[in-house]
Structure formats: C-alpha cells, structure tokens
C-alpha cells in the first residue's frame, strides 16, 4: 500500500543556514507532490507543487526537487529564518483511484538565532 | 477572498455526549475534506465531500458522520462521543479538478471530558 515517510525527528538549524527535508514514499508513482507548513494548532498552508515531469520548483527562499527514479522530494529553505520554524508536510494524491490527498507525518524544523 | 472558515474554534463536551462542528469553503470549492489530528500527530483524514456527496471516509467507525449542503459548507457529527476523540479537527476545500491544492480553516479544538 502507498506509504509516505518524513523525518520524524526535530531539524534543528541556526539562523542563516539551508534547511533540508526530506519525503520519500513507496509503491507509487505520483503525478505531483505538495508540501505545506503548518504552525502549532493551526491548519496546514500550502507552499508548494511540484509535477512528475519537473525536477525542481523554486518560490523566494524555497526550493522544491522531485526525483521519481528514488522517490523521493527534498524540500530547501535557504537564508533560514527564525520565522521558518514549523511542522512541514509532504502531501501525494492518493493511489486508490480517489481524488483526495495523503499527508505525510510531518517534519518539525526548528531555526535558532 | 475569505478564507475557509470553521467554528466553533473550541467545543468542550462530555462523553457520551455529541459534537457538531461547521466549516465553510472557500468561494467555488465544491470539496470539503474534513481531518483529525491528535495532539502531536499527522494529519488523519475522516471524510471528503463533493457536490453534496460523500466521496470516501478514512478509517473511523460510523459515529464520526457529516454532510454537505447545497451552498458547499460541511458539518462533521461525532456521535457517543469518547475520550480519544479530543482533538484538533480541521476542514479544507479544494477544487474538484486539477491538483486539488488544499486550503485549510484555522480548525476546532475539540475537548472531551
């Protein structure tokens, strides 16, 4: 069955250094991968999309790879600000034929002055 | 535009007891996805809704129920209700077609006693 896994352990960077997530999944083949940020108690907010045929994405300090050979999405914040500290999910259509989207667990990224 | 609103933003209850929570879409969104989230956990998803249909329900037992009305808001009904179900309950709405990007309300803080 499909799978997502995101690093469940705290990513703890200083301020000014590039942030790197990580989202792998198995047994699929997505047409497209999202990723979203979500602040403690609050929704999630979309960030980002990428597509199968793209290999990178970028938007401001934010910077997307999609590589569908190892399956796996990085997620980049460059410049990294205590502002960026926050739960990123991953997000893939789901498998099944529904048009719905499954979440991955989440990474929680922590930026330090 | 306004965004996906959901209320009431805390609902405490008993157990045994019943909860009803509403959300309304953003303007021209026909999905409604509604999710739980435990404290300190991903994203569970509960139940889609599209043209006033349930499209497909995640992996809850039948008193988690809701429904769509015909200007697209949504109201989640947990019936009997239990101590595990305290949670943080979120709606998002996407459009019917496309990558189905989802946009997130600010969710209900759901507490049971």
């Known amino acids: 069955s499909q799978k997502i896994e995101q690093n469940s352990e705290a990513l703890n960077i200083q301020e000014g250094k590039t942030a790197t997530l990580t989202c792998n999944y198995t047994?699929?083949?997505?047409?497209?991968l999202q990723w979203y940020r979500q602040d403690p108690g609050r929704g999630p907010v979309f960030l980002l999309l990428i597509r199968e045929n793209e290999k990178e994405k970028r938007k401001e300090r934010l910077k997307v790879t999609f590589d569908t050979t190892l399956k796996q999405s990085l997620f980049h914040i460059t410049a990294s600000q205590p502002a960026d500290s926050a739960t990123y999910l991953c997000?893939?259509?789901?498998?099944?034929?529904?048009?719905?989207?499954?979440f991955g667990a989440g990474t929680r990224l922590a930026v330090h002055p | 535009e306004a965004g996906v609103t959901q209320s009431p933003t805390h609902l405490i209850k008993t157990r045994g007891q019943q909860a009803t929570l509403r959300c309304s879409p953003i303007?021209?969104?026909?999905?409604v996805y509604w999710y739980q989230q435990a404290l300190g956990l991903g994203l569970q998803f509960l139940l889609w809704y599209d043209e006033g249909e349930e499209r497909n329900r995640g992996n809850f037992p039948p008193r988690f129920s809701g429904r769509q009305f015909p200007n697209y808001s949504s109201e989640l009904n947990v019936n009997a209700l239990e101590l595990e179900d305290s949670a943080l309950y979120l709606c998002a709405s996407s459009l019917y077609q496309g990558e189905r990007i989802q946009y997130f309300g600010a969710g209900t803080r759901l507490s049971v006693l």
């Open positions: 303007s021209g969104h026909t999905s």
């Open positions: 047994n699929y083949s997505p047409a497209y």
């Open positions: 997000a893939l259509p789901f498998s099944g034929g529904y048009n719905k989207l499954i």
